[in-house]
């Protein structure tokens, strides 16, 4: 089953953060990372409006092998790192213990949303960031259950992900509303207070989720 960890980290903390956090600044988006022999390359979006003097710091950085640009759209540039095999902790990290990344993005903190294949796997990556004293904040952890496919669960029950679905669907949530209570309750064949209380009840699992975050240190 797989484990979605969500954490952030200060861009001083690990070597990536270091050496595109700037001068110049930018935000920057970690696309992907690609192990390729003894080296890992991050591909990396930075947005802003000196990319010259960005490329030109990152460049001139002892831990970087090689800068290159691959696309822009706009004030956004696609770079591919070739770093040196000893200065990507974090990111070796997250490549060896088979994790994808989902999200990651930053300047001065960067938040990281990885998908692992199971528990063991995430237990690894744990394991490792202690060992190398890397100084990660836990913001949560959760399972993708594999009866849905995709998508995050919540801790929602059967009922109250089709009445959220549902009402989703049905423009509910519209300003105005697109259908009414009793209309859905008609279609799930019950009554308009239970479908009134799986509402609420799932509204508050969700934001209970995304709102309340542990922020613990990894220890």
């Known amino acids: 089953m797989s484990v979605i960890l969500e954490f952030s980290i200060d861009a001083g903390d ?6 595109l956090r700037g001068p110049p600044p930018m935000h920057i988006e970690l696309e992907r990372v690609v192990p390729t022999g003894d080296l890992v390359m991050p591909f990396v979006w930075a947005t802003g409006n000196d990319h010259e003097a960005f490329e030109e710091a990152v460049r001139s950085d002892s831990r970087v092998r090689e800068l290159l640009v691959l696309d822009s ?21 997250i490549a060896t213990t088979g994790a994808t990344v989902l999200e990651a993005r930053g300047d001065d903190e960067w938040l990281f949303r990885l998908r692992f294949p199971d528990h063991d796997a995430l237990s690894k990556f744990h394991q490792i960031i202690t060992d190398r004293d890397i100084p990660i ?9 594999g ?17 959220l679905i549902l009402a989703l669907n049905r423009g509910y949530f519209e300003t105005p509303s697109d259908v009414t209570l009793d209309d859905l309750a008609s279609e799930l064949g019950i009554s308009r207070q239970a479908l009134s209380h799986r509402i609420r009840l799932g509204n508050e699992k969700i934001l209970r989720s995304t709102l309340l975050t542990t922020k613990a240190p990894v220890e």
């Open 137 to 145: 904040y836990v913001e949560r952890t959760f399972t993708l259950t």
């Open 73 to 93: 759209v706009g004030e956004s540039h696609l770079y591919r790192i070739e770093w040196d095999s000893s200065s990507t902790a974090l990111i070796e990290t």
């Open 14 to 19: 690990f070597e990536l953060g270091q050496v």
């Open 147 to 163: 009866d849905t496919g995709h998508g995050y669960r919540f801790d929602l029950t059967e009922e109250q992900r089709e009445a």
